[in-house]
């Protein structure tokens, strides 16, 4: 995370109090505290937001493009093959993204990183009734198919926001546009609704059939949108990722952009 100018609005906050309280386990000899390192990175935190000028000015709002920053970073590093090192590094940026939020949370009384945990505790037993009981114990078996687990997740969630009437609800609005027209053809798919099939020509271009599109491509830019859309509903019906395709088509691009010219 790349610290920017803080804010003029930023006041000094009371210590953490479970920076000087929180518990010392009691452990054997030899034996390795679980979630220390969590708890070290929480009152590193705490600490930074009481001390640190930049740190303490951060809210929410402007936690939100490094947010989504970091993300995208985890997805560069699995995609493009990173190692081990780098990918443990780029998912506690990600986590830092956490603690941070929770941690401005905790500061106005609402919530914090614990409950962030156990409400996502709660949440993985209750959509995952075939493996744990009610109590969060395990089954003895554990026999659904990939189908049935798809079904179940579904029918929780919907129990859980009976607000959500549409299957496009809940459906992040600011999502890349490749990838939510993606999400919301899963999400017609798997609600029984009727989706337009991607309309292609045998060359498999999926413009073909689309008013005014002929062979020299869109011409406006509604014509490029129903190119483009047509392109994810055809990568969608084969299993493809069109957002994660693009990405990289992008970096190949990237890489062959950034290769030394050969000498003539």
Known sequence: MRPRRPSSRWRRRKPWSSTSTRP???????????????W???GVIAALREHCPWTGALTHGSLVEYLLEEAYEVA????????????KNELGDVLLQVVLHSRLAEERNSFTFDDVARGLTDKMIRRNPHV???????????PATVEEIVLTWDAVKKAERPDRSHAFDGVP???????RAQKLLDRAERAGLPAAPPRADRGGNPAAGH???DARGPATEDELGEFLFGVVASAQAKG??????????VR????????????S
């Open 40 to 42: 070290e990175l929480l």
């Open 252 to 263: 190949r691009f990237q890489a062959r952009q950034s290769r030394p010219s050969s000498a």
């Open 132 to 142: 744990f009981r009610h109590d969060g114990t395990l089954h003895e078996t554990f």
């Open 76 to 87: 560069e590093t699995i995609e493009a093959g990173g190692q081990d090192a780098e990918l």
């Open 24 to 38: 010392t386990p009691t452990l054997a000899k030899g034996e390795v505290p679980s979630g220390q390192g969590l």
């Open 240 to 249: 493809l990722d069109a957002e994660r395709a693009l990405r990289g088509a």
């Open 211 to 213: 008013a005014g599109t």
């Open 173 to 179: 609005a600011d999502l890349p546009a490749l990838a």
